[in-house]
Every structure is written in C-alpha cells, then in structure tokens.
C-alpha cells in the first residue's frame, strides 16, 4: 500500500512557476515508477508527465515539454513537478500517481493522491 500526498498548488500568474511535491509513505517508493496527471474542470483527466523508479527515464505531454519538469528524490520518498512559464491553460488539479510499471499517458496507475489546485491567472 502505498500513500500519496501532494502538496505546494497554488495561484500564480502567467508566465510564473510552481513546484508541486508528492510524498509517499511506506519503504518501497524507490521501485515505483510515479505520474503526474492533472484535470481541468469539465475536462478528463490528462497525463503530464511520469518517471521510472531509478529516475533514469522521464516522460511528457507535449503540451508541456520544455516548460515542466518531473523528478525523484528517493531518500525523501518524494517525486517533484517543477512547473515554470505558467500558461491560464494549465489551471488543473494536479494528482500524482504511483505504480509498479511505468506507464506513460494511460491512468491505470494504482495508487493516486487527493490533487492539489494549481490556478494560473492572465
């Protein structure tokens, strides 16, 4: 079982930046590979970005490709989104997402945190 917990959402304007931190109980983080989705309102939930568990391998959505960036800490049990040159479109709950198998763009991870709000203002 694994928990997760998101934290560092926010309000920003356009064309700030946001550092979204997930932290996960239990000893075994490090052989989980993590995603970060989001959902806008009246929108599916959309991926945008995962890594392997060593953090050796990192994925994105195009739509934020160059502007996000998904890492680990595996001491701290904790995998990061660092978000830079906000855009108003990228307004989202934030979730992060473990799973025992990397999986890119699908949902169908295991373990899902509560979200954390991310608003960017024009």
């Known amino acids: 079982q694994v928990q997760l917990v998101e934290s560092g959402g926010g309000l920003v304007q356009a064309g700030g930046s946001l550092r979204l931190s997930c932290a996960a109980s239990?000893?075994?983080?490090?052989?989980?590979?993590m995603g970060w989705f989001r959902q806008a309102p009246g929108k599916v939930r959309e991926f945008v970005a995962a890594?392997?568990?060593?953090?050796?391998?990192?994925y994105y959505a195009d739509s934020v490709k160059g502007r996000f960036t998904i890492s680990r800490d595996n001491t701290k049990n904790t995998v990061y989104l660092q978000m830079s040159s906000l855009k108003p479109e990228d307004t989202a709950v934030y979730y992060c997402?473990?799973?025992?198998?990397?999986?890119?763009?699908?949902?169908?991870?295991?373990?899902w945190g509560q979200g954390t709000q991310v608003t960017v203002s024009s």
């Open positions: 890594i392997s568990w060593s953090g050796g391998s990192t």
């Open positions: 239990g000893r075994t983080f490090s052989s989980y590979a």
């Open positions: 997402a473990a799973d025992k198998n990397l999986k890119v763009i699908s949902p169908e991870y295991d373990y």
